[in-house]
């Protein structure tokens, strides 16, 4: 069972869709190692988050497919050939952030405006509320013209998980007990 991962009901727009299809973009790999800090590679935080993430969600209703499953490198117009052949209903793009200002921290999550942006948006305040429930610090949904955001022909958020930079973010986010709880808010907070 999908740990409430109910699209049927959190998509006001879809509401007789049963089976649904979610491509999870763990963002870096291979020499693109993302946000870093000591040892801890942002492409590797957001793999073990989407594969926590794919191990929580096995309801036969949901199919989730981890668009990177290997420490390989693909550029972002791969990933969007490679998303767009997949037809999903939802794109969840994973990173991790990083700042020079170690105070900063929480989680932020990003939208294309485009044809989806209602749908993305949707979601994405949905991914907000569910960190909030939990007293994550969160910002606003927030607006960007992140390329794979834009180029999508589908909903799509993109979330930054927490800040490399900050070190009570870092030690949460390098945690095995960390990375299953932030995957488990994520899919809650799409029932």
Not at 102 to 108: A, I, K, S
Not at 136 to 145: D, Q
Not at 155 to 161: F, G, K, T
């Amino acid at each position: 069972m999908c740990v409430g991962f109910n699209f049927a009901a959190a998509d006001p727009t879809n509401p007789n869709k049963t089976k649904i299809k979610v491509v999870v973009d763990a963002g870096h790999g291979g020499m693109d190692s993302g946000a870093q800090s000591d040892s801890v590679l942002e492409k590797q935080i957001v793999a073990d988050v989407s594969s926590q993430l794919k191990a929580l969600c096995n309801d036969n209703n949901i199919e989730v497919i981890l668009l990177r499953t290997e420490d390989k490198f693909m550029s972002l117009e791969d990933r969007v050939s490679k998303i767009k052949a997949l037809s999903p209903d939802l794109v969840i793009s994973l990173h991790a952030n990083y700042s020079e200002n170690r105070e900063r921290n929480g989680v932020e999550v990003f939208v294309a405006e485009n044809d989806f942006t209602v749908k993305s948006s949707y979601f994405g305040t949905k991914i907000l509320e569910s960190f909030k429930r939990k007293d994550f610090k969160t910002s606003a949904l927030r607006s960007a013209n992140f390329f794979l955001l834009k180029n999508l022909d589908c909903p799509a958020v993109s979330i930054e998980l927490g800040f490399l930079s900050n070190a009570e973010d870092m030690k949460y986010l390098n945690s095995e007990f960390g990375q299953k709880f932030i995957a488990k808010q994520i899919v809650s907070s799409l029932d």
